[in-house]
């Protein structure tokens, strides 16, 4: 395999209007983030990846974009980002920005003109239908609730809206529309940054002529109607070519709809597209017969198989990005370890879990000291234009709201988007005020001060997790097998080059298990474990991780 910076890089994702707010105004800022910039760099971190900060009115928090080119006044200035910039690389790091291209906020320019007649020149920019038997052109439901068509009185025709109303879908098949969005990239580019997060780039190509799903399921419906339309690789291709092969930088494509059938064709090396994607296997592995407000449980080896499926597609060629939560979904501790009685135990698992396969790493803020899920008393709570559309359609629906408010609780994205937990201070430590959505009332208990002070803190393993994955480079590009896969509560795995092996085995239960595998145990040294008890190299208690090295050559 062939090593490159972006293969090796740990990366840090940053939802800054959750991170830390210097100006006491309740909202996280981008001196916020300067003035954390030494606690970040002190986790063994290569890049920080930022979550949208340009102008927006907020509709998505940012992910509705009104000027690419400006920051948004509760984030700070151009200079604020300048200096986080300059900052940021002298400390050695590097900054990933998101690349919000699929849609537009509807207060953008282009949408504006776009709007105010049929034939201004940029009418086409954007997804303009007449309707359809007194109803919206096509049956294509939002992301977010609701059809995915808004109608305009003024010109009497729908624009398409793939997620709220106030994010309209551009149209790539303009070429204009495509210029003007590598303009933009040029422009971030130019002033130095390393890379871009790409949000939905698989739904950019739309299919000739918006034909009805004829899908019940929403899921199915993103994966063959919404997402990998006919010209998306013509067009990252060409994105590639006049702006990305210009830089040296890196590149991850967000994606649902990215499945297996498709993931390789956006990354092979040979094909000079995107370096990385995020698919979502593992994220939407709970999801219902309704989708993610439906929860299911599963069991371990369907999780493992994510996994396994997708290093194997990637092997060859391409190459993949490991995370286990983001700003989109509940925190890792909650939903895939157990954030009660094993709360720390298994927060240390799951970062062993997160440093240990192949693939380059991404972090996401907070996880580092195991923060958890939240469960506010009522929907008013609640911000996220996500819960609040399901809520909605639950209502219509005639669903138990007791019941669904439960769904909120272990499915909301505002799980992961309470303010940071820094200390036991009023707002934890956050904003000198009330926060912008309240914080999780365990910040007493967890939060970065209390964590710096305890040497076996999640904070202490995470660091020292990274930096063991820096010193063991095999653990980065050597090859991964699955271990008994069946196992219903050991995961357990191999990595291995041609001069070292790991086997790293995770016990994911409540309970104490002794592992019957046939391994050569001589041959085997513990060389790290996250719990202070001594057991026999195979027996394993709660939510303990083990990682067994051999030396080959
Ligand atoms: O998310 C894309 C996406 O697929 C999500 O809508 C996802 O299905 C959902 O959040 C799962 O709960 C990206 C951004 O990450 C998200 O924050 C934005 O809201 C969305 O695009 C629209 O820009």
């Known amino acids: ?162 997620f709220t109303k106030k994010q309209p879908d551009l149209n790539w098949e303009n070429s204009k529309v495509r210029n003007g969005l590598y303009d933009i990239m040029d422009f971030w580019f130019q002033k130095g940054i390393d890379g871009f997060r790409m949000d939905v780039i698989s739904l950019i190509s739309k299919l000739d002529n918006l034909p009805d799903s004829p899908f019940e399921n929403f899921q199915k419906t993103i994966t063959q109607i919404y997402a990998n339309g006919p010209n998306i690789h013509t067009y990252i291709q060409e994105m590639n070519k006049k702006v990305l092969s210009k830089y040296d930088v890196m590149t991850v494509g967000e994606g649902p709809g990215i499945d297996l059938n498709h993931g390789i064709s956006y990354v092979h090396e040979d094909r000079n597209e995107l370096n990385m994607v995020f698919h979502f296997g593992h994220m939407f592995i709970h999801n219902g017969p309704e989708g993610k407000y439906d929860p299911i449980d599963i069991e371990l080896p369907t999780f493992k198989n994510v996994f396994n499926d997708w290093d194997n597609h990637l092997k060859d060629g391409g190459w993949g990005s490991i995370y286990l939560g983001n700003h989109d979904f509940s925190r890792m501790v909650s939903r895939f370890g157990n954030d009660k009685e094993y709360w720390e135990i298994s927060a240390k698992l799951l970062a062993t ?138 995961y357990a795995y191999r990595r291995w080059d041609d001069k070292d092996e790991f086997v790293v085995i995770h016990n994911f239960s409540n309970h104490e298990v002794i592992w019957k595998f046939p391994l050569e145990e001589a041959s085997y040294k513990l060389v790290k474990t996250n719990v202070d008890t001594k057991t026999d190299l195979l027996e394993f208690a709660p939510w303990q991780t083990k990682i067994l090295k051999r030396h080959i050559a």
Request: with cysteine; proline share 3%.
């Open 353 to 490: 879990l997160l440093l240990t396969l192949r693939g380059t790493v991404y972090m996401y803020q907070g996880d580092e000291i195991g923060m958890t899920n939240v469960a506010f008393p009522t929907i008013e709570d609640y911000n996220d234009v996500e819960t609040l559309g399901s809520w909605k359609d639950a209502l219509e629906k005639g669903k138990d709201m007791e019941a669904f408010l439960e769904n909120v609780h272990r499915q909301s994205r505002d799980n992961a988007r309470t303010p940071f937990q820094w200390s036991s201070d009023n707002f934890g430590g956050f904003s000198e005020r009330s926060p912008w959505i309240k914080v999780n009332e365990n910040y007493v208990k967890i939060n970065v001060l209390e964590q710096e002070k305890r040497a076996s803190s999640i904070l202490n393993y995470y660091r020292e997790m990274i930096s063991f994955r820096k010193e063991n480079i095999v653990l980065v590009y050597g090859d991964y097998e699955s271990l008994d896969n069946d196992h219903k509560k050991i």
């Open 1 to 162: 395999m062939k090593s490159t910076w972006w293969k090796e890089a740990i990366v840090y994702q940053i939802y800054p209007r959750s991170f830390y707010d210097s100006s006491g105004n309740g909202i996280g800022d981008l001196r916020g983030i300067i003035q954390k910039l030494d606690y970040i760099k002190s986790l063994g971190v290569d890049v920080i990846w930022l979550c949208p900060i340009y102008d927006s009115p907020n509709d998505d928090n940012g992910y509705d974009i009104r000027n690419y080119r400006k920051i948004m006044l509760e984030f700070g200035t151009e200079q604020d980002f300048d200096e986080l910039l300059k900052e940021i690389h002298d400390r050695g790091m590097k900054l990933l920005m998101d690349l919000v291209a699929n849609h537009t906020s509807d207060e953008h320019q282009w949408f504006t003109a776009s709007k105010a007649s049929k034939n201004n020149t940029y009418r086409d920019y954007y997804y303009w239908r007449p309707g359809k038997n007194g109803g919206p052109p096509n049956n294509w439901k939002s992301f977010f609730g609701g059809s995915a068509w808004e109608y305009d009185e003024q010109t009497d025709e729908y624009y398409l809206h793939l």
